[in-house]
T-cell receptor
């Protein structure tokens, strides 16, 4: 298996623009997680899905952030409008089922100028 | 609440043993994990231990769990320069949803 696949690897955009991050979980995994990593705050869980249904989005910073999982093999995290403080590495992770170990993608390095 | 604490930095010489420590708060966590993050990469699952175990050994890695003190450690024997990375401790939390609670990460520097 190719593992969790994220795209793009790097994204540079200007403040106010819409940003869409993409994730393909490992085939057969039922749970998908979006994390954000910054030097100041470390790793933060933004939202997670189980069987394509959002279970906990309490980590989503504000209404500018939204996430979808239209099917078992694809998820998006959208920021609209983006702000410089959104600059971070965004990781997607999946697990076979909740409570099982997580497998992470390589991340998307987002820079908002 | 759930919280995981780690020291931020550890420096060792190549060939020595490294011990990275972690404390956690949720005694009902079923699993405790160690992840490794190399520069520019995602987190890689290194090893994990089930909460009813005291020790787990996997080649150069030894995980020790003290449930009474809520203390977890990762020992790397014969540390190599390729082991230089950030090591994250994580607990599964009481709900076992897979919503891992991560520590801040310990940067391991291995000097030749």
């Amino acid at each position: 298996d190719a593992g969790v696949i994220q795209s793009p690897r790097h994204e540079v955009t200007e403040m106010g623009q819409e940003v869409t991050l993409r994730c393909k979980p490992i085939s057969g995994h039922n749970s998908l997680f979006w994390y954000r990593q910054t030097m100041m705050r470390g790793l933060e869980l933004l939202i997670y899905f189980n069987n394509n249904v959002p279970i906990d989005d309490s980590g989503m910073p504000e209404d500018r952030f939204s996430a979808k999982m239209p099917n078992a093999s694809f998820s998006t995290l959208k920021i609209q409008p983006s702000e410089p403080r959104d600059s971070a590495v965004y990781f997607c992770a999946s697990s076979f089922q909740t409570g099982e170990k997580l497998f992470f993608g390589s991340g998307t390095q987002l820079s908002v100028l | 609440g759930e919280d995981v604490e780690q020291s931020l930095f550890l420096s060792v010489r190549e060939g020595d043993s490294s011990v990275i420590n972690c404390t956690y708060t949720d005694s009902s966590s079923t699993y405790l994990y160690w992840y490794k993050q190399e520069p520019g990469a995602g987190l890689q699952l290194l090893t994990y231990i089930f909460s009813n175990m005291d020790m787990k050994q996997d080649q150069r890695l030894t995980v020790l769990l003290n449930k009474k003190d809520k203390h977890l450690s990762l020992r790397i024997a014969d540390t190599q320069t390729g082991d230089s990375a950030i090591y994250f401790c994580a607990e599964s939390g009481s709900s076992n949803t897979g919503k891992l609670i991560f520590g801040q990460g310990t940067t391991l520097q291995v000097k030749p």
